[in-house]
């Protein structure tokens, strides 16, 4: 059976035994009028409670929530997707939207249920996520909720996808107000904000390749992490860099040099050339038998810097591969020149950052199977233990660089904005350590680093409904036919991109204002008259020009 491999999990401030909603609820007669009414004006505004349902489905969880009219979470419930996580070791879009298809209502059903309402004729407003995200997913999480909105004439509104990850900080940190900065670190995105209002935001430093969680999922699988049961692979690397015992500064990877933005890719891509080698050198030791030796180490130079900071084991690993790849039979300064050329990278990194979720934000797709090679064999757990610190640390120095480097940008341009608070928000923000080491610079220069508590910070309907909750106070509210959008651009006055077909209809309710408006038919009708007052006009010429007459 499909349930028996499903995850449902619900939460509930008010449980009942109450009845669950008819299937149609959603196949009702609709209004006529492509919009939705506004929810200052709704019939239910008089009422004593008022409940706003957020919807969902950008990625691989399909979730939802109940709040009322004051922000306080009634309900929520999600499906997880875990199975066919790991089935195509990542994100399948297809896959993915099939299942938030097949679990919609039955999470709608339990999130009701929770919250103790009887159907879906109780709520007073409907807020989804109308992008970015996945294709297929979000078209299921959009469709489903305009016919439940527009089936109940419920105010209706599409909420931006990192918009609502950055917002529902103010939910469990009432003090924090506008402006502040905001970092999205997601498995899709990896963007800082200036934000000043409920819709003005502006993006400061954004990722030019992977995002900050994909990297850490990819660099989990390309090590060969042992994982635990439902443990996302970034959750596994985090937990291997927490070993005391591991070295940060053992494989130290190069940085890049451009500060006005993130990448991640060669990082990822240098970690791949390093372990596929390890794992070479790691079954020429075995396979050779020969031991170290002090005659031996001395034929290592000492100026060697990865040498010297690896730890012993390591270290004996990394001598005994260039011995065998070194004639020993040569001259002591043969070997040496040969061993110069070896890899020398330079430490520059100085944090220390990873991801305990899998990449299940905005717009990460991963493959059907893994693309990246895998070492010839595992490699020993200390090896493994140094190369998850030394990656993350890699990655969180960047991190860490850049939003010292928007932050100095912003006090330059703007020195009117009392900026105190950096919001950290995203799957990657449960990271316990990205936390610390952001709170260790940032305070320093009086500001305040504070995050969503960890079920915020994953993908939810809790934020999807509070962020509509507040737009739909404001007077905001879109037409039933919203169009869904993979990729939403931010701007300092942010709106809802227009699909073309919106475009066009827009355009005509501009003309019909105006007087300005023609369709075919007109047009035709126009050139009948055209050309019946020429043909007129031109016999009463000839009747005039007659000789006779």
Same mark, same amino acid.
């Given at each position: ?150 089936? +109940? ?267 105190? +608070? ?53 007077? +905001? ?73």
């Amino acid at each position: 059976m499909h349930t028996s491999r499903r995850s449902l999990s619900a939460a509930s401030a008010a449980s009942a035994n109450s009845q669950q909603p008819d299937a149609a609820s959603l196949s009702s007669s609709s209004p006529s009028s492509p919009f939705s009414p506004s929810f200052l004006t709704h019939p239910s505004a008089s009422s004593p409670r008022r409940f706003v349902l957020g919807v969902e489905t950008s990625c691989d969880d399909t979730a939802m929530a109940i709040l009322d009219a004051d922000g306080n979470v009634v309900s929520h419930a999600s499906a997880s997707q875990w199975h066919l996580y790991e089935q195509y070791h990542g994100i399948q879009p297809i896959a993915a939207a099939d299942e938030h298809k097949y679990m919609i209502d039955t999470v709608f059903a339990e999130v009701l249920r929770a919250a103790g309402l009887p159907s879906a004729s109780s709520l007073s407003g409907v807020a989804v996520t109308a992008g970015p995200g996945l294709a297929p997913c979000l078209k299921i999480g959009l469709d489903w909720s305009s016919r439940l909105a527009r089936s +109940h004439s419920l105010p209706y509104i599409g909420v931006h996808h990192m918009q609502a990850h950055a917002m529902v900080a103010k939910l469990d940190h009432p003090s924090l107000r506008f402006p502040f900065l905001a970092l999205l670190v997601s498995g899709g995105h990896t963007e800082m904000w200036l934000v000043e209002s409920w819709n003005r935001m502006t993006i400061l430093v954004q990722t030019c390749d992977d995002a900050i969680g994909e990297a850490f999922d990819k660099g989990a699988r390309m090590i060969q992490i042992e994982r635990r049961k439902n443990e996302a692979p970034g959750a596994a690397l985090e937990r291997m860099a927490s070993n005391p015992n591991a070295n940060p500064h053992a494989y130290p990877l190069q940085q890049p040099k451009r500060m006005d933005q993130f990448s991640f890719a060669g990082i990822k891509s240098k970690l791949q050339r390093l372990v596929m080698q390890l794992g070479r050198d790691m079954e020429e030791v075995e396979a050779s038998g020969r031991k170290l030796t002090p005659e031996l180490e001395a034929l290592i130079p000492d100026t060697d810097p990865l040498t010297r900071s690896m730890s012993l084991p390591n270290a004996y690993v990394q001598k005994m591969a260039r011995l065998m790849r070194l004639e020993i039979t040569k001259h002591a300064e043969d070997v040496a020149a040969t061993a110069s050329h070896t890899h020398q990278p330079i430490i520059t990194s100085t944090a220390i950052s990873t991801s305990s979720s899998p990449s299940t934000d905005v717009a990460s797709t991963s493959e059907l199977a893994p693309t990246t090679p895998s070492p010839l064999r595992p490699l020993p757990l200390s090896v493994q233990s140094d190369l998850c610190a030394s990656f993350q640390w890699s990655l969180v120095d960047q991190v860490c660089q850049r939003v010292l480097n928007a932050f100095y940008l912003v006090r330059h341009r703007y020195p009117h904005l009392n900026l105190q +608070h950096l919001v950290v928000a995203g799957g990657v923000a449960c990271n316990q350590f990205l936390r610390n080491q952001l709170t260790q610079i940032m305070t320093k220069r009086g500001v305040q680093v504070i995050s969503p508590r960890p079920l915020h910070c994953m993908d939810n309907g809790i934020m999807i409904g509070y962020t509509g909750l507040q737009l739909l106070k404001m007077g +905001h509210s879109d037409q039933y036919d919203l169009a869904f959008h993979t990729r939403w651009p931010v701007g300092p006055h942010m709106e809802h991109p227009l699909s073309p077909e919106q475009k066009r209809k827009q355009e005509r309710r501009r003309k019909k204002a105006e007087g300005t408006f023609e369709n075919g038919k007109m047009r035709k009708r126009e050139r009948r008259q055209k050309s019946q007052q020429e043909l007129t006009q031109g016999l009463n010429e000839n009747e005039n020009t007659d000789p006779e007459n």
